[in-house]
Every structure is written in C-alpha cells, then in structure tokens.
Antibody
Framework: EVQLLESGGGLVQPGGSLRLSCAASGFTFSSYAMSWVRQAPGKGLEWVSA????????YYADSVKGRFTISRDNSKNTLYLQMNSLRAEDTAVYYCAKDAVPAATYYYYYGMDVWGQGTTVTVSS | AIRMTQSPSSLSASTGDRVTITCRAS??????LAWYQQKPGKAPKLLIYAASTLQSGVPSRFSGSGSGTDFTLTISCLQSEDFATYYC??????????FGPGTKVDIK
C-alpha cells in the first residue's frame, strides 16, 4: 500500500525552528517529485515547496523562501522540511504529497495522488 | 503568479441534487487543472486531473470540464459522502502549483 506518514509537528515560539519528516512506503520514492502543502486553521490549501525525485531541484512559495528548506533522503525514503524563523502565520497543518506520475512536467502531471495525514505546526509564544 | 478563484464559496444542496462549482484562473492555463475533495480533518483526495480526466476509483457522478481560464466541477447526483470542500489546482506553473480558495458543499 502506498503510504505517507508525516511527523515532527508541534508548538514552537516565533523565530524558532522545526523539522518535519515524511516517511514514504509502497512506491519507488526516488522516482517521484514530492511537495509540502499546508492549511492554516479554517483556511484553504497552500503549496509550500516541492523537490524533484533526485533532490537536485527545489522550489518554494514566496511566503517561505529563505526560511524553509526542502530535502529528501532517497536511501531512507524520507522527505523533510526544515522550517526556520517561524512566524505566527506559518501555523498550519502540513501535508506531504506525492506526484501521481514519475518525472512529471506541467504537461505530464496527473495531480497529487497520495497525501499524508498531516502534522500540525503551531507558532505561538 | 497564477491566481485561482472559485464560486460559490459555499453552497447548500440536498442528496440527489446536481451541483456545479466554477473555477477561474487569472491567465490561460490550457487544461492543466485538477480538482480535489477534502473532508473535515482529512487530507485532500484527488478527483480529476487534466480538467476532465477522472482519477482511478472516483465515481462517475463527478465530472470536470473547461480549458483556458474557466473550469467547472459537476456532481451529477449528490450523495451523502460528497458533502465536503472542493479545491481546484492549476499546474500550468508546475511545480509551483496554486489552489483555489475552496467551495464548501453542505447539507441543505
């Protein structure tokens, strides 16, 4: 069964740091780009960051650029999100999500077909 | 950045109703659009990609249409399990995708 399991969320003070992990199983992890998507309380979905299957290319939303770092360890089938200089507006449930197709491009992309259960990050003093 | 809007933001409907949700992109995105369903406390679920292609396992009462800037998601005969929030997602700017603000479908 294809599965994603996030961990690492919690309560952190403004300006603090947190590292999220997403453990993948049931598919060839290194073949798929992965993303982090967050959802603030009572709000919609916001794409945060993405990383290619090899890990060689990374992408960020303007709202987190320079503060967050996405990475992956294909030997451990794990995706990470290092979050620094956290702000109250980063409070959200963070989901990791898998591209539906390997080596996707904008014209060969079938959405995000597998999502984790989410991990909650609360930034508050 | 490509901005997505959805209308209505919420709607009330009854089981058996036909429901249509509209999504609009701030610029042309061809057919590079997906739809997701999200229930409270749960992760989103992929319903449709390429504007009109049904994801495997999704009931045929769901359908999508449109291209360019205007898209629709239709539920032909609303079932109790369809009460949820629906999001459109553009991937013309993949991997920097963006989601619409969502449309909540609740029980009348």
């Amino acid at each position: 069964e294809v599965q994603l399991l996030e961990s690492g969320g919690g309560l952190v003070q403004p300006g603090g740091s947190l590292r999220l992990s997403c453990a993948a199983s049931g598919f060839t992890f290194s073949s798929y780009a992965m993303s982090w998507v967050r959802q603030a309380p009572g709000k919609g979905l916001e794409w945060v960051s993405a990383i290619s299957g090899s890990g060689g290319s990374t992408y960020y939303a303007d709202s987190v650029k320079g503060r967050f770092t996405i990475s992956r360890d294909n030997s451990k089938n794990t995706l990470y999100l290092q979050m620094n200089s956290l702000r109250a507006e980063d409070t959200a449930v963070y989901y990791c999500a898998k591209d539906a197709v390997p080596a996707a491009t904008y014209y060969y992309y079938y959405g995000m077909d597998v999502w984790g259960q989410g991990t909650t990050v609360t930034v508050s003093s | 950045a490509i901005r997505m809007t959805q209308s209505p933001s919420s709607l009330s409907a009854s089981t058996g109703d036909r429901v249509t949700i509209t999504c609009r992109a701030s610029q042309g995105i061809s057919s590079y659009l997906a739809w997701y369903q999200q229930k409270p406390g749960k992760a989103p679920k992929l319903l449709i990609y390429a504007a009109s292609t049904l994801q495997s396992g999704v009931p045929s009462r769901f359908s999508g249409s449109g291209s360019g800037t205007d898209f629709t998601l239709t539920i032909s005969c609303l079932q109790s399990e369809d009460f949820a929030t629906y999001y459109c997602q553009q991937y013309y700017s993949y991997p920097r995708v963006t989601f619409g603000p969502g449309t909540k479908v609740d029980i009348k």
